[in-house]
């Protein structure tokens, strides 16, 4: 059983030989044809110059006969013309000479034709002597009746060496349609073989050879089929690894951290010297937990946590954690902004609403502190494993104090927020209290959000 290595082979050696055959044949025909154009163009010139010198011969007989023979009429215009048609005659005879002999070497019949040449110079010559002694004659006016003689050889031998120029003619000229039907002859015979060899090579190169490529084309597609599966799964991963990435960080650090090359170790941190960072924590979660299973405490917590990040999206806030119970989300990073303090608070409004909401649809009793503070933050990513972005800074740090000293249902901040959204949102101060770590701070209770058109008044009359 021949392998697929030794049937490839063969073919390609079939191809080859088909190939060099056809080559072969093209350039024979090539050959065959550019001689048998050759003896064709040879033989258009013998009959071109042949052709000349009858219509001179014949231009040299009508001269000779327009002689005045008894007259006292000068002759010199038209023996001027004689000499002129005689020499044109002489130069044509040549040329005539030399292309039979050139022609002579393409023709079969070579014999023959050279005959025919031959018998052409006892007229012409005879034609030649005549017109010559006659304008010898005519020079002198003497002698009418040499001269009448001389016309008679003239005309004589001028219709002789016609007929025999008449027959080179004709010989040529059957020649000619000789040569287009061999022409013709090796054309077929070339098409024919050239037909043939195709039909060889169809039958024994091309069929088996499309068979192959049927048969690794059938192979391609499946293995084209099976890569495009394994493209779409990648494609898939990678779409949901992207999801999941631009979950845990947003979409500038993520980029960033996938442009860095793995011998580097990843290490994110931008300054932001404006932003407004807010914490949450759920007030008797804790003691929730103790009387809960730790599943049904998870789902409560993801229901919650969920509309806390939709609000978050809705509002174009960070979400930045949540550590058990405590949810953090930042406004102004990681493109800063001018109204990230306005926004941060309308979230916050939010947030209370939602677990309010929550509570009524659930029947729990849930409530919330809420804390909020602006200021500069460093921002970044750092560590080996599982990262996180996160915030660091004393801006962050008493913003989580602002949670953790405030009330159930309150929203605390400090003086910096309450500066930034006292034109936008209602406070009510709370006064100065002692923040762990900071001492006294003057902070506010952040009600709800001013009417734009009430607002957009007050400051008119002022």
């Known amino acids: 059983m021949s392998t697929p290595r030794s049937s490839t082979h063969r073919l390609t050696l079939l191809y080859i030989v088909s190939l060099g055959t056809v080559a072969f044949l093209a350039l024979l025909g090539q050959a065959i044809v550019q001689s048998m154009l050759s003896q064709q163009k040879q033989n258009a010139t013998v009959v071109e110059i042949a052709s000349r010198q009858r219509m001179l011969s014949w231009q040299l007989r009508e001269a000779t006969l327009a002689l005045q023979i008894d007259s006292t009429q000068s002759n010199a215009t038209q023996i001027q013309e004689i000499e002129n048609i005689l020499q044109e005659w002489e130069v044509a005879d040549q040329k005539v000479q030399s292309a039979i002999r050139e022609a002579m070497s393409f023709s079969r019949s070579g014999n023959e034709i050279r005959n025919q040449a031959d018998a052409l110079v006892p007229s012409h010559r005879r034609i030649r002597q005549a017109v010559e002694a006659l304008m010898q004659l005519e020079s002198g006016r003497k002698r009418p009746a040499q001269t009448l003689y001389y016309l008679k050889e003239i005309r004589e031998s001028g219709k002789e060496f016609s007929e025999r120029i008449n027959q080179l003619l004709l010989s040529y000229n059957q020649q000619a349609q000789e040569g287009i039907a061999q022409l013709r002859a090796v054309e077929l015979s070339l098409f ?143 493109h800063p902004s001018d109204d990230h303090a306005i926004a941060v608070a309308d979230m916050a409004i939010d947030m209370q609403k939602a677990i309010n909401q929550f509570n009524l649809e659930t029947g729990e009793a849930f409530s919330i502190r809420i804390g909020m503070n602006t200021g500069a933050v460093v921002a970044g990513v750092i560590g080996l494993r599982k990262f996180i972005y996160d915030l660091w800074g004393d801006t962050v740090n008493i913003a989580s104090r602002m949670e953790s000293h405030g009330v159930a249902g ?53």
């Open 192 to 334: 024919g073989l050239l037909m043939l060899i195709l039909l060889l090579e169809g039958i024994l190169v091309f069929r088996p050879a499309v068979d192959q490529l049927q048969k690794a084309l059938n192979d391609l597609e499946a293995s084209l089929s099976m890569t495009q599966e394994t493209a779409q799964q990648l494609a898939a991963e990678q779409a949901q690894s992207e999801r999941l990435l631009l979950n845990i960080l947003p979409s500038p650090i993520a980029q960033r951290l996938k442009e860095t090359p793995d011998e580097i170790q990843p290490h994110i941190a931008d300054g932001f010297g404006d932003v407004t960072v807010l914490f949450a924590d759920i007030v008797g979660f804790t003691s929730l937990s103790a009387r809960t299973s730790p599943q049904e405490l998870v789902g409560l917590l993801n229901q919650i946590f969920s509309r806390f990040d939709r609000l978050a999206e809705q509002h174009g806030l960070e979400k930045i954690k949540t550590i058990g119970d405590a949810y953090m989300v930042v406004g102004g990073l990681p």
């Open 410 to 462: 309150g929203i605390q901040v400090t003086e910096a927020t309450y500066l930034r959204l006292v034109a936008t949102h209602h406070f009510e101060p709370r006064g100065v209290i002692e923040v762990k770590g900071r001492g006294e701070m003057m902070t506010y209770w952040l009600k709800n959000r001013k009417d734009v058109s009430v607002a957009t008044s007050e400051t008119s009359v002022l």
